[in-house]
């Protein structure tokens, strides 16, 4: 069910169309930012939020970000009844401007398999102090640009030893987010995640959801993680999914996980 639409006019293509070129500086350098949005029942889910955080991103890559992303993420949810929509705006050739399009893509199996059955994770350091990911606004922390190789990397390296995902700490301690998730815990009944102070991309998902129940938003210790009643990973596409193994550790599914996972899914359907 892949499809393309270009922003500029809001056409759309065949799949297999070229829409960048070779001396693009998304292409050379990673110098493009992007969304990822979840489509259910024709409409991209908290669009406005994705939206946001666009402009923000594209501000921080010092990326002209034209107009119509809007119209461009209406026109192509509609008609998909779930589905991955990606916005993406490279910042272009040096005697061109930006080029924004739109590609959506199905959910993947292993995405939805998830959210349902849980995923198994291992924290692996990014080395840099906390302190120090807030003071040095250069490391792009909570900047959604498309240069995910250290995402992936981190990925891989979970893949290998055996797990499916991977929370990210700091050099001194402290939980931050996953390669491609936000990460939630449950202290008391209250679901609690790291400030975007600390470096992390501002998730939409959690903000979806934290308004369900009690919330809040401060530093959390790898130790406070490994004892928490309930973990996990949100993320727009995968939605809300339990941790179920955490550094080797077996955990349940907890009833906040179970609760928050139900109503953003039905929020996504409308
Ligand atoms: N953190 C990172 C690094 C991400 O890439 C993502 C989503 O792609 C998130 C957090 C979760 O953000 P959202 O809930 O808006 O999808």
Redesign the pocket.
């Known amino acids: 069910m892949t499809r393309v639409l270009l922003l500029d006019g809001l056409t759309e293509v065949d799949p297999t169309t070229p829409v960048l070129r070779a001396d693009d500086l998304g292409v050379l350098r990673g110098e493009s930012v992007f969304e990822?949005c979840r489509i259910g029942n024709g409409r991209a889910a908290f669009l406005d939020?994705?939206l946001v955080?666009l402009t923000e991103s594209a501000r921080r890559l010092d990326i002209a970000l034209p107009p119509g992303w809007r119209e461009l993420a209406e026109k192509a949810a509609t008609g998909v009844d779930d589905g991955v929509l990606r916005l993406v705006c490279s910042k272009g050739a040096p005697d061109a401007g930006p080029v924004g399009f739109a590609l959506v893509t199905a959910v993947p199996e292993e995405t939805r398999r998830g959210r349902e059955q849980g995923v198994a994770v291992v924290t692996l350091s990014l080395g840099v102090t906390a302190e120090e990911r807030i003071s040095s606004p250069w490391l792009l922390g909570g900047v959604?640009a498309t240069s995910?190789a250290m995402?992936m990397a981190s990925l891989r390296h979970a893949h290998a030893a055996g797990a499916d995902d991977v929370i990210w700490v700091s050099g001194d301690g402290q939980v931050l987010?996953?390669?491609?998730?936000?990460v939630g815990i449950v202290v008391d009944g209250t679901l609690v995640s790291p400030p975007a102070e600390v470096g992390?991309?501002p998730?939409?998902?959690?903000g979806a959801v934290s308004g369900q129940v009690p919330f809040a938003q401060r530093p959390v210790t790898l130790a406070e993680l490994r004892g928490a009643d309930e973990v996990m990973l949100?993320?727009?596409?995968r939605g809300v999914a339990p941790v179920v193994r955490l550094d080797g550790a077996e955990r349940p599914v907890g009833p906040v996980t179970a609760r928050l996972r139900d109503w953003y899914e039905a929020a996504v359907r409308g």
Do not use: C, D
Request: hydrophobic content about 30%; cysteine-free.
């Open positions: 990822t939020a994705h955080r959604k995910y995402n987010e996953a390669p491609t998730s936000t992390i991309l998730g939409t998902t959690l949100l993320s727009s596409v």
